[in-house]
């Protein structure tokens, strides 16, 4: 029973009560009760008509969302046509395409926190892996590059696409709204704390994870850390290098296949 | 409070002790404890004045010299003395006490004076019938029991309720009249019992005035203004609040300004619904994400009619199922490469 209509239902018997009071044997409503009445139409008025106007800028606001998302859809899609014409291109020339070199990275911690050295932990802790099987979006610059390659044997990482971003912000996302965990049920917990920086909505700030925005930063440090379970199907061997045969480190575009069976 | 009738009791403080009992000391395979003296007798050499020894002294014996009373503050005492009496008068805390005071003509209730002239039970009880109190005397006369416990063979072996507490100024035979009525207690307005006024600590006993003691009350405890003229110096404590109606102090216009309004409790959600699986909660989050999903079905859709029309053209078979489709469309696909070949 939403608050409306217990409003609205108070002040209905309210109206029929003063209406009998005063009809039938001509005692005076005390001035308590009519003073109440008329506090709660008032209310009840301020209620509909606030629903009304919420009513109103929530239209305005999806609508926005919608704009924005089909914008992204279409950069995404350009961006994809567009990499397939160079390569094509090049390929046609006889040259060859340069990828660009990746900007975002998702970071797993594979093993645990027992017997960790401790820059190994600090580096992890400044990641925000504090947890196995935890995951982060980490921006890939020489900094955060040479972070990720001291912590190696603890974590695996690699170059998400698409698809993987919009699993784990839809699926395991959960936003820090007030310093607590809060999920992503409802696209006010995303504009109540990035709204400032232009990201409103779930695609907003799956956009801007996935191209790197400017507000990188404050969008990846509003997700909580991705809590992931254990991949179905295993690890090969977590003490090895992903090169080696193992599970660490960097394992490039193979993360994405990791990330489906852990998300 | 409840101490302050209570008789001493303690353990002789010979017991134990009427022995030369002396311990045998070490060498001699038995325990250190002393033992009784003498011989003669199964009881010489048994172990004596310890609390553990049978026979022995008990550990810490009780002494006369326990406290046995409690001090109370007088103006402590008062003070409760008072909060029982004001208690009285409402009807809400009485009834919650337990009292059937359903049927009263008012509370408190006070009776002409003449009351206190009673000296027959058979009057003093067709008034409580005509006052309605009665329910509270049977109710008191059905819940007569058998103590539970051992005070049951002490001479405390049945336990009853407490029903009306009768207060009167002056005892013309009143006392008598009532005495005998179970449940009913009996009380002086210039020494009011506060184990009566307040049984088991619990304010609301139900009480029946006589008209002079209800007058006298102003005298035994003063008015809020006057001072007492039987206790000395004493008036009645400030009340913690000066305007008791709280309904009418929060509906009134000056607190209702200074209040917030209604706080909007954020609803949170049991559980949080998977959007990648349950549509609803993706549309709510994502609204574009409907309109993706009509083009991708609809893109599919036109899709396979685009592949059966060519199959059609190419003179295959079209299959109902697309997984057939495809297969049906390879090997059409591989017939006129292999024909152009």
């Given at each position: 029973v939403s608050t409306q209509s217990t409003w609205g239902v108070r002040f209905f018997i309210l109206l029929l009560y003063i209406r009998e009071m005063s009809a039938s044997t001509k005692t005076p409503v005390p001035e308590s009760v009519a003073k109440k009445a008329q506090r709660d139409s008032a209310l009840?008025?301020?209620?509909?008509?606030?629903?009304?106007?919420?009513?109103?800028?929530?239209?305005?606001?999806?609508?926005?969302?919608?704009?924005?998302?089909?914008?992204?859809?279409?950069?995404?899609?350009?961006?994809?046509?567009?990499?397939?014409?160079?390569?094509?291109?090049?390929?046609n020339n006889g040259n060859f395409y340069v990828d660009e070199e990746p900007k975002l990275a998702f970071a797993v911690r594979i093993r645990g926190i027992n017997a960790i050295a401790p820059r190994t932990k600090k580096i992890l802790q400044l990641l925000r892996l504090r947890q196995i099987h935890n995951g982060v979006f980490v921006k890939l610059n020489k900094a955060t590059i040479c972070m990720l390659r001291l912590v190696e044997p603890y974590i695996t990482y690699g170059y998400p696409n698409l698809?993987?971003?919009?699993?784990?912000?839809?699926?395991?996302?959960?936003?820090k709204v007030n310093k607590q965990r809060i999920p992503i049920t409802d696209n006010k917990v995303i504009s109540s704390v990035l709204g400032q920086h232009g990201i409103q909505s779930t695609e907003d700030l799956v956009h801007e994870i996935y191209t790197v925005g400017p507000h990188f930063k404050q969008a990846a440090n509003f997700l909580w850390p991705f809590k992931l379970s254990s991949p179905l199907g295993g690890y090969s061997q977590k003490g090895k290098h992903f090169v080696e045969g193992g599970d660490y480190g960097d394992r490039a575009e193979e993360i994405n296949k990791l990330i489906s069976r852990m998300a | 409070m409840h101490k302050n009738s209570r008789q001493p009791y303690a353990v002789s403080e010979k017991a134990g002790h009427q022995h030369s009992a002396?311990?045998?000391?070490?060498?001699?395979?038995?325990?250190?404890?002393?033992?009784?003296?003498?011989?003669?007798?199964?009881?010489?050499?048994?172990?004596?004045?310890?609390?553990?020894?049978?026979?022995?002294?008990?550990?810490?014996?009780?002494?006369?010299?326990?406290?046995?009373?409690?001090?109370?503050?007088?103006?402590?005492?008062?003070?409760?003395?008072?909060?029982?009496?004001?208690?009285?008068?409402?009807?809400?805390?009485?009834?919650?006490?337990?009292?059937?005071?359903?049927?009263?003509?008012?509370?408190?209730?006070?009776?002409?004076?003449?009351?206190?002239?009673?000296?027959?039970?058979?009057?003093?009880?067709?008034l409580l019938k005509a006052l309605g109190a009665y329910n509270d005397v049977e109710k008191s006369k059905d819940s007569k029991k058998v103590r539970p416990g051992v005070g049951k063979m002490r001479n405390r072996r049945h336990v009853i309720k407490h029903g009306p507490l009768v207060v009167y100024n002056k005892d013309d035979g009143i006392t008598r009249a009532f005495r005998n009525i179970p449940g009913v207690d009996l009380c002086s307005v210039h020494a009011l019992n506060l184990l009566q006024l307040a049984p088991g600590g619990h304010v609301g006993r139900f009480v029946i005035w006589s008209q002079s003691a209800f007058n006298a009350l102003d005298s035994v405890f003063g008015s809020g203004r006057k001072e007492a003229t039987e206790k000395v110096g004493y008036n009645l404590p400030h009340a913690i609040l000066a305007n008791a109606d709280i309904a009418r102090i929060i509906n009134s216009d000056e607190v209702?300004?200074?209040?917030?309004?209604?706080?909007?409790?954020?609803?949170?959600?049991?559980?949080?619904?998977?959007?990648?699986?349950?549509?609803?909660?993706?549309?709510?989050?994502?609204?574009?994400?409907?309109?993706q999903k009509r083009a991708a079905i609809f893109s599919e859709k036109s899709h396979r009619e685009r592949l059966t029309a060519q199959n059609a053209k190419r003179g295959v078979k079209a299959a109902a199922k697309p997984a057939a489709a495809k297969a049906a469309a390879k090997p059409a696909a591989a017939a006129p490469a292999k024909a152009k070949k």
């Open positions: 009840s008025a301020a209620k509909i008509k606030s629903a009304v106007e919420a009513k109103k800028t929530n239209r305005a606001f999806r609508q926005a969302i919608c704009k924005r998302a089909k914008q992204y859809a279409d950069e995404y899609a350009a961006n994809q046509a567009n990499l397939v014409r160079m390569k094509r291109q090049a390929k698809k993987t971003v919009r699993s784990l912000v839809y699926k395991r996302g959960y936003g | 002396e311990s045998w000391g070490t060498g001699r395979a038995v325990a250190r404890i002393p033992r009784v003296s003498g011989g003669g007798t199964s009881r010489s050499g048994q172990g004596a004045f310890g609390n553990q020894c049978r026979k022995g002294r008990m550990f810490a014996p009780t002494k006369v010299w326990r406290k046995w009373h409690r001090k109370i503050n007088q103006n402590q005492r008062r003070y409760a003395t008072v909060s029982a009496v004001a208690a009285s008068a409402l009807p809400a805390l009485v009834e919650a006490r337990g009292h059937a005071i359903s049927n009263l003509p008012q509370v408190p209730l006070v009776v002409d004076s003449s009351v206190e002239k009673f000296t027959t039970t058979k009057k003093a009880v067709a209702q300004a200074a209040v917030k309004p209604v706080k909007k409790s954020a609803k949170v959600p049991r559980q949080k619904k998977n959007p990648l699986k349950n549509l609803n909660v993706l549309l709510k989050l994502n609204p574009y994400a409907q309109t």
